[in-house]
């Protein structure tokens, strides 16, 4: 009877304590998701608008330029190949984020899952004349993004902006 | 279904019970109609499951024919409880053919074992002969069977020898834990009895209104006829004798024990029923404490956690809204033209005494030059400063290349 009461005290103070402290947080807590909540709403609809604009743009970019199209990555590879060129290494990233993917070989591009969302397209030309290959890339109306060239390696890496898809 | 009991005392003793009620009780002499008996009984009462209580004599010495029941180190020995195959045989042959499936046995001496604590000594009587079981650390430390006119003595001898202080007459003990009430009591003369059986068969019968130490009830096969025989005089005698005391012995009478616990029990049920009320609130209220202390852990665990899904959600949307906003400023650029004019360009003035490492055309230009330390990179600037504009030029290290040391500049352009 004693040891029950005592424990009983003991818990009722322990809960008001945790109460006086959860109360506030649970309040403010509950404040903050609601307007996370409504702010949510809102970038959902922002994205839904931004997502259509997207779509366009890639229609408009792909029917513009020379680019790499998801589902078409093989060919867009191949007719570098066929012109003469050796590619060393292929890379998808992103635009944001650190995250990049190096593709085996183009043989097997387009059934790479992982480089379906890709934003960038990085390729490594290993040439015997840098010059040919940028003659070549300024010829074709390429969606290049970024080139690096090193004239004492006779390697240039070029970065495609990926279109939409095919 | 019907349970039987049987005991093989000096005389057997056979209880039938049904649904906890006793349905039969009666004292078999060990003659020559014996089994007919008692093939008699089981098959007429249709009995389901017989246990047996055997008083094995415990030897050191090996038999033939024999059944081994219990072993026990008694001091430097080993004792062995031996049964005569014979008659154990007999009795499973009456079994088998009343087709009883559930049979078992069990020794005394492992009901002694069992309800005798350590440091106790326990006197066990059947009609002209005593068993003095003592036990300590180790286990049974003694078994001692004597005669009646020297039980006293025998009892204090092992008590001295073994440094045992609590003696416990077995013909009276109840241990109530393993007691189950049978809920007949029966009219014995001018007494009520209540009659117990423990777990083991082992049957006592308690007298209701605590003034007569009742040793055996003897009932018909109806339950009709009764009688009954107080407590057995040595055996009393020697629990209360002075010698014991006088050792300090401190002696546990079981007729005392049952009382108490008897009256006990009647008073553990009234204050079942008469729970104090403040106590039930109490316990109302720790119970409602406790599941709101959860509640409020749950609450706490929701909060801190749970909760936290809106804003992750929103931490999602601008994440996604960042990279879709990059990806059309990406689209809505001029992709880069002209890059062979440039780098041609470029490497037609590269002074001597410098070589270009590599060269990065996206937004703007930038130019690693790689300069011998018979060069300067003044002279790059100067031979660059006329077409481009020169945004900026950082050391980054040295680089070495075919033994020559050359320090590495990264030159930022744009054209003019």
Known sequence: MRIKTVLLIGVLIFIVAYGWRLYPEAYASYQHNKDCEKASADSSTQLVELQKDLDEALVTYSEKYNCPRKGAYYDFCNQFTESGFTISKITAKKLTGSTSTTIASYDTIDDTHSITDADLLEIIFITEDNEILLNYLNSGNFAIDKIVVYPTDNAVIVTFVVGGEI | ?416
């Not at chain 2, 108490?260 to 403040?278: G, L």
């Open chain 2, 1 to 416: 279904m019907i349970e039987a009991f049987l005991d093989l005392d000096t005389s057997a003793k056979l209880m039938l019970t049904s649904r906890n009620n006793i349905i039969l009780f009666d004292t078999l002499e060990y003659d020559n109609q014996f089994l007919n008996k008692l093939y008699k009984i089981l098959s007429e009462m249709a009995v389901d499951s017989v246990l047996v209580v055997t008083h094995a004599i415990y030897d050191k010495k090996p038999y033939n024919n024999v059944y081994h029941t219990e072993t026990y180190q008694i001091g430097d020995s080993i004792y062995t409880g031996v049964l005569s195959q014979l008659d154990i045989n007999k009795l499973m042959c009456v079994f088998n053919a009343v087709k009883i499936s559930n049979i078992r046995f069990c020794d005394k001496m492992v009901m002694y074992d069992y309800f005798l604590k350590n440091g106790q000594c326990l006197v066990d009587s059947t009609s002209n002969t005593n068993i003095i079981v003592g036990k300590n650390d180790l286990g049974i430390s003694s078994v001692t069977y004597v005669k009646t006119n020297s039980l006293e003595q025998s009892l204090l001898q092992i008590c001295r020898k073994h440094a045992i202080y609590d003696t416990v007459n077995f013909n009276t003990f109840i241990d109530y834990d393993c007691v189950k009430w049978f809920e007949n009591f029966v009219k014995v003369q001018e007494l009520t009895v209540f009659v117990t059986l423990t777990v083991f068969g082992f049957f006592k019968f308690i007298n209701t209104d605590s003034r007569v130490d009742i040793n055996q009830v003897k009932f018909n096969s109806k339950l009709e006829t009764v009688s009954y025989s107080t407590h057995t005089e040595n055996t009393d005698k020697v629990l209360r004798g002075p010698a014991i005391q006088e050792n300090s012995a401190k002696v546990s009478k079981a007729p005392i024990k049952e009382k108490s616990k008897k009256a006990a029990i009647p008073i553990k049920i009234k204050s079942k029923s008469h729970r104090s009320i403040p106590s039930a609130l109490i316990n109302l209220a720790l119970i409602l404490s406790i599941f709101s202390l959860i509640l409020t852990f749950i609450a706490d665990y929701y909060f801190t956690n749970k909760a936290k899904y809106p804003e992750s959600l929103l931490n999602q949307n601008n994440s996604i809204i960042n990279h879709v906003t990059l990806r059309l400023d990406k689209l809505e650029e001029a992709p880069v033209q002209n890059s062979s004019v440039i780098v041609i360009d470029l490497m037609s003035k590269c002074p001597v005494d410098v070589n270009i490492g590599s060269i990065t055309i996206s937004d703007n230009i930038e130019v690693v030059y790689y300069v011998a330390e018979t060069g300067n990179i003044e002279t790059v600037k100067g031979a660059l400063s006329d077409f481009y504009k020169i945004n900026g030029i950082s050391e980054s290290g040295i680089v070495t290349l075919n033994e020559i040391i050359y320090t590495k500049y990264t030159v930022s352009l744009s054209t003019k």
